[in-house]
């Protein structure tokens, strides 16, 4: 079967790090997305991994590991605009080239 | 440059209706896909298009019908309205069907849909 599994809450101080992890298991891989949603929002696109390690931009930094059907996102230095629902999404391959969705974790950053 | 368009932005609906969603894609995305998402989930995925063509189709019933253009702008449609019907109808443009980078997708505001 399908499925993605995140935390559905998690709470953090201003100026910390948070980690937010993400396992996978889909018939095929093509890619592994992270997309942020503020409440009453749309999606917005973060960060892409389709190779094993570490990608940074800015603030923010994905971690991949195929091996283990597992990823995270790193938030560094939060601010109180972080708060929001970070989403991670599967590609799967073949013809149907749809995204699996996790349910979202919740991130609410106190001051 | 504008980013993905939906219309309309709200929408209240009885049940047994019929109602159809707009949905207009970033200037050179040529692939539209549309999603559910309800209230603390994350998106469903119910159908993709690429150059007029369905491309990838959700576990969704028949009820639910979509179509691209040729200006690749799309439309999807949902008959007879249950309540369970209620919740964000998402779209999201890419530039073509294959996963990547290149091919991360936008998402427009969304429609939100009420059936009472």
């Known amino acids: 079967g399908q499925n993605i599994d995140q935390p559905t809450e998690m709470t953090a101080t201003e100026g910390a790090i948070v980690q937010i992890n993400c396992t996978y298991q889909t018939s095929g891989f093509n890619g592994l997305f992270w997309y942020q949603q503020h409440a009453g929002e749309a999606p917005t696109f973060l960060s892409y991994n389709v190779l094993d390690g570490l990608e940074e931009k800015g603030r923010f930094s994905s971690f991949l590991s195929r091996s283990k059907g597992y990823s995270y996102l790193l938030l560094k230095e939060l601010q109180m605009k972080d708060s929001a629902s970070y989403l991670c999404a599967v590609g799967n391959a073949g013809n149907n080239r749809k995204l699996i969705w996790g349910l979202g974790t919740s991130l609410a950053v106190n001051p | 440059d504008a980013g993905v368009t939906q219309s309309p932005t709200h929408l209240i609906k009885t049940r047994g209706q019929q109602v159809t969603l707009r949905c207009s894609p970033i200037?050179?995305?040529?692939?539209v896909s549309w999603y559910q998402q309800v209230l603390g989930q994350g998106p469903q995925f119910i159908f993709q298009y690429y150059e007029k063509e369905e491309r990838g189709r959700g576990n969704f019933p028949d009820r639910f019908s979509a179509r691209q253009f040729p200006n690749y702008s799309s439309e999807l449609n949902v008959n007879a309205l249950l309540l369970g019907d209620s919740a964000l109808y998402l779209c999201a443009s890419s530039l073509s069907t294959g996963q990547g980078a290149r091919n991360e997708q936008f998402f427009g505001p969304g429609t939100r849909l009420t059936v009472l």
């Open positions: 200037s050179g995305h040529k692939s």
